[in-house]
């Protein structure tokens, strides 16, 4: 499953031609490439899909429909096929809530999600924040958030819980990315945010960090950004849904 271009629309609300034919929809190939079908026809963005453990795809859509200007980036699943769409969280939170969420993976043998939290008009980096959807779609109780002292993002990163060990408290900074090892320990990539211009991470390293408040620096190239950590563990293989 992946996310492309190959759409062709355009943003409704750019003002000139930065997102002309950039709107991204989500589709899926075989093994080798071919058989290309596509998942979705939105008119703003599907994307950031990744395969939960019951077998439907989790991503971020993008969409107006009964909701403010700045609460438009909210979780959805649907099966492989692109059918069964629905939320998951954060369709009609509209206060206390970011205004975006965005790269969601779930926390292998929970029923928890790890993401991003940022604003609506930036790029994937932000805090990370977890997500029990058992809460309830709409409940702002079910997010905590685990680095509640990141840089300064749009709209604020929301006001969910601090988790019991208190998050990582280091001041500034960008996470992109995470990747939950447990329901308490994560790696990401952190960028310290410099230059601050346009509020874009900078030099991304690959960290560890869990709620109890530790950070620890695996690798930072001098030159590259390090990003998309990833288990290299065997994992179950999600059910084929029919």
């Not at 959805?76 to 969420?101: F, T």
């Not at 940022?118 to 805090?127: C, I, L, T, V």
């Not at 329901?183 to 960028?191: C, I, K, P």
């Amino acid at each position: 499953v992946f996310s492309s271009d190959r759409s062709e629309y355009g943003s409704q609300c750019s003002g000139n031609f930065f997102q002309n034919k950039r709107i991204l929809n989500q589709y899926r190939m075989s093994p080798d490439g071919k058989n290309i079908h596509s998942l979705s026809n939105n008119k703003d963005f599907d994307r950031y899909p990744h395969v939960l453990d019951n077998g439907q795809i989790i991503y971020t859509r993008w969409e107006y429909q009964e909701r403010h200007l700045f609460n438009v980036h909210n979780l959805w699943v649907s099966r492989p096929d692109g059918s069964m769409k629905d939320p998951i969280y954060k369709e009609h939170i509209n206060s206390n809530a970011p205004q975006a969420l965005r790269d969601a993976r779930q926390i292998y043998g929970t029923d928890k999600l790890v993401a991003i939290a940022n604003g609506h008009h930036e790029w994937e980096d932000g805090a990370v924040v977890t997500i029990d959807p058992n809460k309830g779609t709409n409940d702002p109780a079910g997010m905590t958030i685990v680095t509640p002292n990141v840089s300064a993002r749009e709209g604020g990163i929301g006001t969910g819980n601090i988790p019991r060990g208190g998050g990582v408290s280091a001041t500034g900074g960008l996470y992109q990315q995470p990747f939950g090892l447990s329901e308490n320990s994560f790696l990401v990539a952190f960028s310290y945010n410099y230059p601050r211009m346009y509020g874009y991470g900078f030099n991304f390293g690959l960290y560890y960090i869990d709620v109890f408040g530790n950070k620890e620096l695996i690798h930072r190239d001098p030159v590259f950004s390090v990003s998309y950590p990833v288990l290299l563990e065997k994992r179950s293989i999600p059910p084929i849904i029919p």
